[in-house]
């Protein structure tokens, strides 16, 4: 982990009694290594040990702590206050029923995670509706429909030769109609540069105007993870992230990525396959876990 | 610098930034850049699109070794176990290497072992009556050994050629889950002498350097014996597998460039070599 790794390097630091521009090098490049292995963007990673570098050189000499533990205080604040505020939960205060899309690439969790959150606003005395919007991987709407029944949330009765659209717009029609406050649209999974399927995306946001989008991707996702991120933000406008598969060993740097690309924060984090294997993301934890 | 002019320190720097992008990893990228260095200075690269060719060179000789087909042969029921993290693309996987089965004229069977996920059963159903092949399973819940020992039987009386096992994903950090998966081998062994012929991990192009830990995991708990890279089709270049290579053995049977039933190719280390950066 960084501070077993740094210790050779700190101890330098320590040596000279302060940060300086002579001795700071070497940190850097481990914070450096340290983040590429963890996955977090290359270009991210730059930027990031940019700001640590004039951080640390600016900075005041602190009393309490030695140059090396400054020198972790100051990448693992930096990394925190990056990762983004407080938790914050799905954007649900509009005139019901509040329409959410979870969107992203192929098996990052979409639909597993439409089951969570359907579970987490039915814990919070709120009513949830499923809506089955993927018409094209095999047996997609049976499987939004198994998780339903196994947490007593209704789900839409998605035709698979319908359009996705028209599923989205009738389902929130319906949930108008049955006094459900919050529609869970489960879109299919797509690349972000499948230019038909991303349009439908926006066809889809066109038509319900959601209160959140929401980007589900998966913890162990590698450098790709700004390129994906950077076009469904653009192309739809992400509210949040939901990160999954944290229960792994993933060190979850694409989250890093996420964030410095989109500004989106991360609201959600799944933690195994069950329904109620959902948490709320908490920055400073995440920040730990890059870190290493 | 973009391929044409001579050779300078950016032109290093720039390729090393391509290969860590393409999830080479920071070390691996550094050490072909020394190598690369090493040969330039020798006077050995006279230009860019020699330090590119050289590159390509380097690591399609470091995947070569890997390409191999699964050696599917009598004495049948060959036997593939298919197994992976969640998510990556092993039920669509199995309906894809199923269809290219059916076409050289073998009779397949899917075995439905994935018995906890929702719908998994039905999704492999699908795929089955795609490539027509048969399929053995049960109800969603019941003990996945179960329906393998079933499917097993099942292929030899009916002379099946080859059986193809879906499993349910599990992350390689839950060891209850690779106990299962163990159970699972020990129960295909005592069925078939010798089975399964082939245990066939399926990596994501899209992760990053977790793949590696995947791959190193699987290898030593349950025994691999092929891998399939999925989702190359996106930007996602794969670059880890390199790293797999180098940590472990095991032959690259096929890529998934999409997801319909033709949307597999052997893996070529060329061409592989030739999109990574
Ligand atoms: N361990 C673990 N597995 C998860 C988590 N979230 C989802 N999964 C699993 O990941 C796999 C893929 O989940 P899906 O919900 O089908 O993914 P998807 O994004 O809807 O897939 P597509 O619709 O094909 O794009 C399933 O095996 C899920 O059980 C998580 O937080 N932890
Ligand atoms: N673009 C693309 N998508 C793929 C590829 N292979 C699989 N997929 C998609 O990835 C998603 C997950 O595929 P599955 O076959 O369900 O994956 P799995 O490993 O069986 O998932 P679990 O059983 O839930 O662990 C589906 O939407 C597939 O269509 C590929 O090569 N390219
Ligand atoms: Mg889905
Ligand atoms: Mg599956």
Redesign the interface.
């Known amino acids: 982990n960084l501070s077993e790794k740094f210790q050779g390097v700190l101890k330098n630091l320590r040596g000279h009694g302060r940060i300086s521009e002579g001795n700071i090098e070497e940190a850097l490049r481990e914070v ?2 340290a983040l ?4 977090v ?2 270009k991210v990673v730059k930027e990031f040990t940019a700001a640590v570098r004039s951080k640390a050189l600016g900075a005041e000499v602190m009393a309490s702590l030695s140059p090396d533990q400054h020198f972790i205080k100051i990448v693992h604040d930096g990394m925190t206050s990056m990762m983004g505020g407080e938790a914050q939960d799905l954007d649900l205060a509009r005139r019901p029923p509040v329409p959410v899309m979870l969107v992203g ?5 979409k ?1 597993t995670s439409c089951g969570k959150l359907a579970l987490h606003l039915q814990k919070k005395k709120r009513r949830p509706f499923l809506v089955p919007a993927d018409v ?5 709407i ?6 339903g029944s ?1 947490i007593g949330i209704p789900v839409f009765d998605s035709d698979p030769n319908a359009d996705p659209v028209d599923i989205c717009r009738e389902a929130v029609r319906q949930a108008d109609l049955t006094g459900c406050d919050t529609v869970l649209l489960d879109t299919a999974g797509r ?3 499948d230019e038909e399927l991303m349009e439908e995306l926006r066809r889809i946001k066109e038509a319900v105007d959601p209160g959140d989008i929401l980007l589900v991707a ?1 913890a ?5 993870a700004v ?2 991120a950077k076009a469904f933000h653009e192309k739809v406008g992400l509210t949040g992230v939901l990160l999954t ?1 944290m ?5 979850g ?2 989250a890093l990525s996420i964030r410095a690309v989109t500004g989106a924060p991360i609201k959600f984090v799944g933690v195994g ?1 069950k329904l109620d294997a959902l948490e709320a993301f908490f920055p400073d934890r995440m920040a730990s876990r890059i870190l290493g | 610098a973009r391929g044409i002019g001579p050779v300078d320190e950016n032109v290093l720097v720039e390729l090393e ?1 391509a290969l ?4 080479a ?2 070390d691996l990228a550094g050490e072909y850049v020394v190598a690369l260095r090493a040969k330039w200075r020798r006077g050995e690269l006279p230009d860019i699109a020699a330090l590119r060719l050289e590159l390509k060179k380097m690591i399609t000789n470091t995947l070569a070794p890997r390409m191999a087909p699964i050696p599917v042969a009598p004495p049948y029921p060959f036997v593939v176990l298919v197994i992976g ?5 092993k039920t669509t996987t199995i309906g894809k290497i199923a269809h290219l089965l059916r076409e050289e004229g073998h009779p397949v069977l899917l075995a439905a072992g994935d018995t ?4 998994a059963i ?2 492999l ?3 089955a009556e795609r490539v027509g092949a048969d399929i053995i399973h049960h109800k ?1 819940g019941s003990d996945s050994s179960a329906v393998v020992f079933d499917s097993l039987r099942a292929a030899k009386a009916r002379g099946t050629h080859v059986v193809l096992i879906d499993t349910a ?1 599990r ?4 060891t209850h889950l690779m106990e299962e998966m163990r159970k699972v081998v020990r129960v295909i062994g005592r069925e078939i002498p010798g089975a399964p012929q082939e245990i066939l991990l399926v990596l ?1 192009a ?6 590696i ?1 995947q791959a190193k995991t699987f290898q030593e708990v349950i025994g691999v014996t092929g891998i399939v890279l999925t ?1 190359l ?5 794969g670059g ?1 597998v390199l790293s797999v290579t180098k940590e472990t053995d095991v032959p690259i049977r096929f890529v998934g460039v999409g ?1 319909t039933i033709d949307d597999l190719r052997p893996f070529d280390a060329e061409s592989f070599a030739s999109a990574l950066f």
Do not use: C
């Open positions: 450096r290594l590429l292995e963890a996955d963007n290359y690439l192929q098996g990052s969790g639909t094209y991987r095999p047996a997609a049976e499987q939004l429909k198994v998780l196994q690349l972000h540069v998966d162990m996702t590698g450098q790709d390129n994906v598969k229960d792994g060993d993933a060190r740097g694409a396959e | 930034e860590i992008l393409a999830d990893g920071a993290v969640n998510g990556v693309g906890f996920r929702a719908a039905g999704q159903r699908v795929w969603e994903g992350l390689h950090t839950k994501d899209t992760n990053g350097r977790n793949a830990t989702k089709d996106g930007t996602a270049k880890m997801e």
